[in-house]
Every structure is written in structure tokens, then in C-alpha cells.
């Protein structure tokens, strides 16, 4: 009888410690980040910038990710993670008002989205402001299935096919409306991150047809995604192999706005001295939108404070503690040590008195990010 009742015990002790051997790595292995690439046939047609992507990311440490979608892979040549919500032909009007991105959700149950979406749209000759609000009812969606969804929305790429001449001049026109758009969408809990896309890619090197990437494009929208990905994976330190700096825009409507993420010094903001009444003058107002450890975005208001038309400004911005720009739109720059400069592009020069414009950038900062001291040249 004892035999009996010990062999019972024994048997329950086995079944117990089983149970906890079985239960114990599930609770202590972390739980992948689970990014859903979503899109059109850029994304999933094959859409390999996502191999590039996630190729990259294994290399440099980020290996506790799950690339997630109802698609599955195409061949790229290599190994990777290919599930993908890239959808050929599908535009995010008909995304959002056929209401199928809530399946695709809840299937996958991502943690971060990166879209790329509206290139079909714009082909199309929808409006901007008709694509934007598409793009709003996706984000509402998003955070319905998760209300600490992060969203990389790109400017989307450059595109002149030979059937629509006019597809350059959207394209421009759509992505200057993304960042305004973004930032009245993004909250601290479900940032939305612009991510540029259109500059530095050339569509005639870039693509075989105008439109969809080759190698070179894809190893370059690869390399956008990259940055500000890395950092929501990991936003308080970076692997030792830190991306390169961005080649700075010729003439780009694009920011690469970053998540406010462990804030540590409080955002900074300085203006340039007013200069003297009469004339062509400018004043340059300089504020940081949002900082995370060691980097921050932030933008450049410049107004046109005199009493004549001006067709150019230069920003001066003289920084004092260690602080590297990265990456630059709506201007060109150049930095030398401390001091960056910071100059119109093609589109944004020319101001009425009275009128602004503005630029932005993101950079690193070790340490203290005090303002710069700022100056503004027309002309």
C-alpha cells in the first residue's frame, strides 16, 4: 500500500515538474516583435528590399523579430522571412473602404507596420487629401487591433511610367502632405514614423519600368527602412554597426519623423535674431519635435520677416555638443564640425513677405542636446 501511495507521489512530482520544464520557456523567452510589411506589388511583387531588410537586421543582432502577413513569400534569391501584406494593384482608397485590412490584422497581430501605400492611388489621380484620410481609417484600424501600434509610413517612391507623364508631379504633391498629415496623427503611444523614400532614388537607375525598384532601388529602400526600424526595436541603445548617413536631398518633400521614445533632456526650440525692418531679411525658428536617447528630430520654420520677396535662405545652426545631423528634408545640408547649413531646394525658396516655410532633420546627440544658435540669410 505505501509502495502504492509513493509510487502515486512520485508519478504527480514527475507530471508537475514537466509541466513547469514545459511552461518555463514560454514564460521567459521573449515574445518576437511581430512588423507586418504592407503595400502594393512594391511590397509584395516581389517586393525583395524586404529580404535586404530582414537579411540586414539578422546581421546586426535585431534576430527576436517575426516578419508577419497572409502573403506569402516570392523568391528573391536569398533566405528570409517573406510573409508580407503586399497586395499588387491594390490602393489604399479601396484598402479602407473595402475594410480589408482588419482580417489581415487579425491574422497576423503585428506590433509594428511598414506601409508603403498609395502609389496606385496616385497613378490613379486621387487626391491627396482622399489618400490621406484612407490612410487615417488604416491607422484607426491599426490601433484597433493594437493601441501601441507603431507605423512607418513611407513618402512613397519617385514613379514617371511611360503612361502617365503627370505620375512625377503627384508623387511630389502627395509626399509634402504626409508629414503635416503624420504628425496631426501620431500619439506617444502609437507613433507614426515618416520614413522618405523619394529621396536619393532615381527612377529611371532605380526601376526597369518606372515604378517598381530593381536591385539598386530595392538595396535603397532597404536602407531607409532600416534606421528608424532599428530604433524602435531597440530605442535606447543600437548595435555597434550603425547605419550610414543619409546622402543629402537635392529637392525632397521628406522627413524620417522618429518616435519620442525615453525622453531625456526636454525638447529645445531657438529662434534667429529679428533683423532690421525694411528689405530682404528672414528669421529662422528652430524647435525639436520629438527626442529619444541618443537621437532627435527636428524642424526649421523659416519666414520671410522682411517687407520684400525673397528667392532663397540659408539657415546657419551652430551646435555646441557633439550633435551629427543624418538625415535631411526639404533642404539641402552640409555640416563642418559644429556648424550645419541648411539651404531652400527648388520648390520651397521663393516667400512673400510674411510667408514660411519649413525643413527638418534627424540627428544623434551623446550626452546634453542644447539648442544651436541660429541664424538666417536670404537670398
Given at each position: 500500500?505505501?509502495?502504492?501511495?509513493?509510487?502515486?507521489v512520485v508519478?504527480?512530482l514527475a507530471?508537475l515538474?514537466a509541466?513547469v520544464?514545459v511552461?518555463?520557456p514560454?514564460?521567459?523567452?521573449?515574445?518576437?516583435?511581430?512588423?507586418?510589411p504592407l503595400?502594393d506589388?512594391?511590397?509584395g511583387?516581389p517586393?525583395c528590399?524586404?529580404?535586404?531588410?530582414w537579411n540586414r537586421?539578422q546581421?546586426?543582432?535585431?534576430?527576436?523579430?517575426d516578419f508577419?502577413g497572409?502573403?506569402p513569400?516570392?523568391?528573391?534569391?536569398v533566405?528570409y522571412?517573406?510573409?508580407?501584406e503586399g497586395h499588387?494593384?491594390?490602393?489604399?482608397t479601396n484598402i479602407?473602404?473595402q475594410n480589408?485590412?482588419?482580417g489581415?490584422?487579425?491574422?497576423?497581430?503585428p506590433?509594428?507596420?511598414?506601409?508603403?501605400?498609395?502609389?496606385n492611388?496616385?497613378?490613379s489621380?486621387?487626391?491627396?487629401?482622399?489618400?490621406?484620410?484612407?490612410?487615417?481609417?488604416l491607422?484607426?484600424?491599426?490601433?484597433a487591433s493594437?493601441p501601441?501600434?507603431?507605423?512607418l509610413?513611407?513618402?512613397?517612391?519617385?514613379?514617371?511610367?511611360?503612361?502617365?507623364p503627370?505620375c512625377?508631379?503627384?508623387?511630389v504633391?502627395f509626399?509634402s502632405?504626409v508629414p503635416?498629415?503624420a504628425?496631426a496623427?501620431?500619439?506617444a503611444?502609437?507613433?507614426?514614423?515618416v520614413?522618405d523614400?523619394?529621396?536619393g532614388?532615381?527612377?529611371?537607375?532605380?526601376?526597369?519600368?518606372?515604378v517598381?525598384?530593381?536591385?539598386?532601388?530595392n538595396l535603397?529602400?532597404s536602407?531607409?527602412?532600416y534606421?528608424?526600424?532599428?530604433?524602435?526595436?531597440?530605442p535606447?541603445a543600437?548595435?555597434?554597426?550603425s547605419?550610414s548617413?543619409s546622402?543629402?536631398?537635392?529637392?525632397s518633400?521628406s522627413?524620417?519623423?522618429?518616435?519620442s521614445r525615453s525622453?531625456s533632456?526636454?525638447?529645445?526650440?531657438?529662434t534667429?535674431?529679428?533683423?532690421?525692418a525694411?528689405g530682404?531679411a528672414?528669421t529662422a525658428t528652430?524647435?525639436?519635435t520629438s527626442q529619444w536617447?541618443?537621437?532627435?528630430?527636428?524642424?526649421?520654420t523659416?519666414?520671410?520677416?522682411?517687407g520684400?520677396?525673397?528667392?532663397g535662405?540659408t539657415?546657419?545652426?551652430?551646435?555646441?555638443?557633439?550633435?551629427t545631423?543624418?538625415?535631411v528634408w526639404?533642404?539641402?545640408?552640409?555640416q563642418?564640425?559644429?556648424?550645419?547649413?541648411l539651404?531652400n531646394?527648388?520648390?520651397n525658396?521663393s516667400?512673400?513677405?510674411?510667408?514660411?516655410t519649413?525643413?527638418?532633420?534627424l540627428?544623434?546627440w551623446t550626452?546634453?542636446n542644447?539648442?544651436?544658435s541660429v541664424?538666417c540669410t536670404p537670398?
Open positions: 500500500m505505501l509502495k502504492r501511495i509513493a509510487g502515486a508519478t504527480a507530471l515538474f509541466l520544464a511552461a518555463r514560454a514564460e521567459s523567452a521573449a515574445t518576437p516583435t511581430r512588423i507586418m503595400g506589388s512594391i511590397t511583387s517586393g528590399w524586404r529580404a535586404l531588410l537586421l546581421s546586426a543582432g535585431y534576430t527576436n523579430i508577419v497572409t502573403l513569400p516570392q523568391g528573391c534569391g533566405a522571412d517573406g510573409d508580407n499588387g494593384g491594390f490602393l489604399a479602407a473602404n480589408l485590412l482588419p489581415w490584422l487579425s491574422a497576423t497581430r506590433d509594428i507596420v511598414l506601409m508603403h501605400l498609395g502609389t492611388d496616385v497613378w489621380n486621387i487626391a491627396p487629401a482622399t489618400i490621406l484620410a484612407a490612410f487615417g481609417t491607422i484607426d484600424q491599426m490601433r493594437n501601441a501600434m507603431k507605423v509610413v513611407a513618402q512613397i517612391l519617385p514613379m514617371n511610367p511611360s503612361s502617365c503627370d512625377a508631379a503627384r508623387v504633391a509626399n502632405q503635416a498629415w504628425n496623427k501620431s500619439t503611444a502609437s507613433p507614426i514614423i520614413v523614400q523619394w529621396t532614388f532615381d527612377d529611371s537607375t532605380d526601376t526597369g519600368d518606372g517598381h525598384p530593381n536591385d539598386s532601388g535603397k529602400m536602407n531607409r527602412w534606421p528608424p526600424l532599428a530604433a524602435l526595436l531597440s535606447s543600437s548595435p555597434s554597426a547605419p548617413r546622402v543629402p536631398p537635392s529637392s518633400p522627413p524620417s519623423r522618429s518616435p525622453p533632456p526636454s525638447p529645445s526650440r531657438s534667429s535674431p529679428t533683423p532690421p525694411g530682404a528672414c528652430y524647435a525639436v536617447q541618443g537621437g532627435f528630430q527636428a524642424n526649421v523659416v519666414r520671410n520677416s522682411g520684400a520677396p525673397i528667392s535662405w539657415v546657419g545652426l551652430g551646435f555646441t555638443a557633439g550633435q545631423v543624418t538625415q526639404n533642404a539641402t545640408e552640409t563642418a564640425g559644429a556648424s550645419v547649413t539651404r531646394v527648388s520648390y525658396g516667400l512673400a513677405p510674411g510667408a514660411t519649413s525643413a527638418g532633420f540627428a544623434s550626452g546634453s542644447p539648442s544651436p541664424t537670398g
